[in-house]
């Protein structure tokens, strides 16, 4: 498993800090329930702007396999994502930044696991029921 990567968030984004890590998906403990193998690389770095406001810039790439709810076969999964995570300290500021469009903002706490924030992306764009397309899966029922 991977060890929990615990930051100081305003520390993070304010010193411009960076995390990276290429891991099995077995590693991470909630993925580890979703995908049956494959890898992620992901890269978590720090920003703050002039005003204060703080986030962070994810990157999760990998070619992943997951079980097809139809056929209960295996299939393969992209994980492509590139993205700003926006940090609120508070409520309303939680409020302001997800009405910005395309925009994910999540309320921390004085400390934050990197780990846990790519496991809620990577899960956040997964379809609600994994299947192969239409007619895909490789063992067919009857016609
Ligand atoms: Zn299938």
């Known amino acids: 498993m991977l060890q929990a990567v615990e930051i100081d968030p305003r520390?993070?984004?304010?010193?411009?800090?960076?995390?990276?890590?290429r891991s099995d998906v077995s590693?991470?403990?909630r993925l580890a329930q979703e995908f049956t193998q494959g890898a992620?690389?992901?890269?978590?770095?720090?920003r703050a702007d002039q005003l204060g406001g703080l986030s962070l810039k994810l990157t999760v790439s990998g070619q992943v396999e997951m079980t097809c709810q139809r056929c209960l076969?295996?299939?393969?999964?992209?994980?492509?994502?590139?993205?700003?995570?926006?940090?609120?300290?508070?409520?309303?500021?939680?409020?302001?930044?997800?009405?910005?469009?395309?925009?994910?903002?999540?309320?921390?706490g004085e400390t934050l696991?990197?780990?846990?924030?790519?496991?809620?992306e990577v899960l956040l764009g997964l379809p609600l029921a994994a299947m192969h397309a239409e007619g895909e899966c490789p063992v067919s029922g009857t016609q």
Request: net charge negative.
């Open 11 to 21: 520390r993070f984004c304010k010193d411009a800090q960076s995390w990276e890590t």
């Open 27 to 29: 590693e991470f403990p």
């Open 40 to 46: 992620l690389f992901c890269r978590v770095t720090g």
């Open 73 to 108: 076969g295996s299939m393969q999964h992209a994980v492509e994502i590139d993205r700003m995570v926006y940090l609120a300290r508070t409520e309303v500021e939680l409020e302001r930044l997800d009405a910005m469009p395309d925009s994910d903002a999540i309320l921390v």
């Open 113 to 120: 696991s990197l780990v846990d924030v790519v496991e809620d």
